[in-house]
């Protein structure tokens, strides 16, 4: 999939980041609407303050692990955390605090909490 | 893999759908003819009516989860819900949902009362 | 990955699937020997006569699901049916059913019987 | 991705080789030092001798399954062994003896015997 | 995703790697800042040093496993080293050595011998 560049004839709200070098299409008010205060709605609010670097097909450059983005921008699209199993929510959780998105950071603590054992120490999965 | 255009000189009912950044082939008919009341159906029975977005390369853009999509299409090509040790049930559920296939959405919500304890209060996974 | 157009100069046997949007390079060899009565193996014994529709790379559409198609490709390759932990057996089932490899389907079910408890009525996974 | 074209004005050992679809690069020397007695080694050994296919972006076809090829070119590329959880050994053993591996063939046989419970006459997984 | 070419008109530090096959994207800055003696640091640290080949894309080639390569970048990126269930972690620990990543491999290691019994002699996995 290269980047989407809509069709003319129609405003669009489309966009697609290119993050890590996986390719995410979605829509600005997916990534602004839902939280209006992480830094990732700050990044797409405005198309020109930032200065987010493209790829040449237009894809927006974020430097950041493409596997455990994925339940973010699904929590963006829906407000539902939805993890599969062996997807390791520390990594979902990294990603959350690197976006700023304060409420799942809330969220994924809680359930990083249920699923350890009071005594892991273990200093990874 | 781009999305098909297929060679002139035939009616096509083919077409691809761009979930999330994510291409799907499948025909006008699978999308139609097994949940006739769906919203999936509503947007691909005509045309023209929904102003569906479409990409460069005409593939209908959806901003959904292109994971737990796909066993949903399955069901619509062949009428059997078959989900994957290790994908969420509560993904595919979200997706079955926002399209509308309500049939698919009680059996979906059958099967997470089976595979999850009464007493279980974990918010994910 | 585009579609197999092997270098002029040579007679080839290698085709590319597109199952519902994934590619599978393979040669007609394949589909057609293992299993001579399958569906599958009339549908690419004759060049034209089923009049499969190809994508503009000119692969083969199918509209079926590719990751369950992925075993029964490996089997017709060498005969043996391996299945990865977590792949739902009866979504191989249900390609092997559908492509008309009877044999293959035979195997399944067995396999199927001894992973599933007798009182086992759970409908799906 | 599409196969390795280097850049003109130097020698090159890299190359691409399209496994069932999917595409891998590599080295030449990868493929030939490690097992030099191998099919594989014999296959890549000398540029024109077996008349090794490629597809329209110069990569060599193979039609075998890429899944359980993967750790078989980790085993060229360090000499280590090793399998995700999930991934079938017996898949990797088809391909290990397809590609007349001997030792690592060998390997996966033991392997396997530690893994299956003397008792398990299941037909597959 | 073809290799990053960022649009003209500003000065930039990303790059794309050809792991195996598989692209990553990313920064130099990554690479280089948070292990600096490590074998990637110096590989990238200066533009034409190392003579690193580049694909037709302008990705830089690596003969590696992307798989197993994947939690060394992110640790990079972020410092913290996350794995799947699932993942071997002793190909992610081959992955650490060939690129002198030397605590982090340190950090596998412990992590190894907390997963696997004192008295487990299985070759793999």
Redesign the interface.
Known sequence: ??A????PG?P?D?L?L?I????????RS?LVSKEPESMLAHMFRDKCVWGN?????GAY?I???P??F?PI??YL??G????????????VL?EAR?FGIEQLGD?LE??LK??QPPDDH????
Chains 1, 2, 3, 4, 5 share one sequence.
Do not use: C, M
């Open positions: 999939v290269s989407v560049s809509v069709k129609a669009s489309w697609t290119n890590g070098g996986r390719l995410f299409t979605t829509t997916t670097r493209q790829d040449e097909h450059l430097d950041r692990s596997e455990y994925e921008l699904n699209r829906h539902q955390l939805i993890i599969n199993e062996g997807v390791n929510i520390r990594g990294e690197f969220q809680a359930a249920n699923t273990s200093p990874i999965s």
